[in-house]
């Protein structure tokens, strides 16, 4: 049997280690684990029969669910779509904008989904360097630079996975003017941990050509449910729901994403405790290697002259996985990334990242 040639390379995603036994701060996982309300509420609803697991989702479910993140964001419901997580809504834009040779801008590092889902659909990714010597910052030029009549979507994360930096919203504007026939997707699965607000207005104002996603997997501590969402222009939300597959987001999980949208104090917890435990990781980490700005729930160290797979190994040993990001495109052979975790997972991480240096440096 042939498979289509553009397929044969195609590498599988990696996710983020699970090692029984140890503690995971490899996926950029909630700390504090799903909130108890939410639990409690999608167990009542199953047990008292109002939520049928034996009928398929309908429209008023999916209706209350983006009312709810239209009330979240303070923007119109009618912008809002939804899918299996950032990676379903992903999915269903790629498919939209991206035939046979046709062009996706990615600054590189950054999630590997992006360069995935252009190269399923027969499209060509074009990779930018994000600046090195500027914490992996994305230079508004190069980007621009990069595209040409085939470039269909620009790929921007932000804040960033792995780097953890954020992109200024001059910049995405700058970038969407100078390249109107392009779709700039901002990907904001980490904008709930980040000092600045997230630019889901900026679609709204503009209803040109920037899309931004955002997901309950991270600050609403629901990935295994696998929910996301995106707030597009106007003109987009039609095609979207025809091409999006039918019933990709299943009843429990709408039910829970509402749930969650109303548990706000358990979305503050954990805004705090990651914002507390990332401070701590800096002010102990940097002074032994260094340790990048982050506006995520994770942070990317440079282990340097070290390698990170020596250093991920080292960590492993010590019941500690993270994410060895040579895995990642143009992030080297230097960088692990940890994702934030409780207090006292800090704590273990930061001894135990002690005694490597003590050993290795
Ligand atoms: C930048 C970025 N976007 C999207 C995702 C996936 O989000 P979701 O769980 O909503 O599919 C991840 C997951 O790690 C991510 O790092």
């Not at 309950?216 to 003109?235: D, T």
Request: proline share 5%; net charge neutral.
């Amino acid at each position: 049997m042939k498979i289509r040639p553009s397929l044969t390379e195609l590498e599988e995603y990696r996710p983020g280690e699970l090692i029984e036994g140890a503690i995971k701060l490899s996926s950029n996982e909630n700390p504090l684990g799903t909130s108890r309300r939410v639990i409690r509420a999608i167990v009542e609803e199953i047990e008292s029969g109002k939520l049928k697991l034996s009928m398929y989702p309908w429209s008023g479910e999916e209706a209350e669910l983006k009312n709810a993140i239209a009330a979240y964001l303070g923007v119109d419901a009618d912008r809002i779509v939804i899918g299996a997580g950032i990676d379903g809504v992903l999915d269903t834009l790629v498919r939209i904008f991206i035939g046979e040779g046709d062009e996706g801008v990615i600054p590189v590092p950054t999630f590997s989904l992006y360069e995935s889902l252009i190269k399923i659909a027969g499209g060509r990714p074009r990779y930018v360097n994000r600046d090195r010597g500027k914490n992996f910052s994305v230079s508004v030029d190069a980007v621009t630079g990069a595209c040409n009549a085939r470039t269909r979507m620009i790929f921007l994360a932000s804040p960033n996975n792995p780097t953890g930096n954020s992109i200024p919203e001059d910049d995405v504007r700058a970038i969407a003017t100078s390249v109107p026939e392009a779709l700039v997707v901002i990907d904001e699965a980490y904008v709930e941990f980040a000092p600045h607000s997230s630019m889901v207005k900026l679609v709204q104002e503009q209803d040109g050509n920037i899309v931004v996603l955002r997901t309950f997997s991270k600050a609403f501590a629901l990935a295994g449910l696998r929910v996301g969402y995106a707030v597009v222009p106007s003109w987009l939300t039609g095609i979207y729901k025809r091409v999006a597959l039918p019933f990709s987001v299943n009843r429990v999980a709408i039910s829970a994403a509402i749930a969650a949208l109303s548990d706000l104090e358990h979305l503050r917890n954990t805004i705090e405790l990651v914002r507390e435990g990332r401070e701590f990781l800096y002010r102990h980490l940097q002074p032994l290697f260094h340790v990048l700005p982050s506006d995520a729930n994770f942070v990317l160290v440079d282990v340097s002259p070290a390698k990170s797979h020596a250093v991920y190994k080292a960590l492993l040993r010590a019941g500690i996985v993270v994410r060895d990001c040579s895995s990642f495109r143009g992030a080297g052979d230097s960088f692990i990334r940890i994702t934030v975790g409780t207090a006292e997972q800090n704590a273990r991480v930061v001894n135990a990242m002690k005694h490597i240096y003590d050993v290795m440096m």
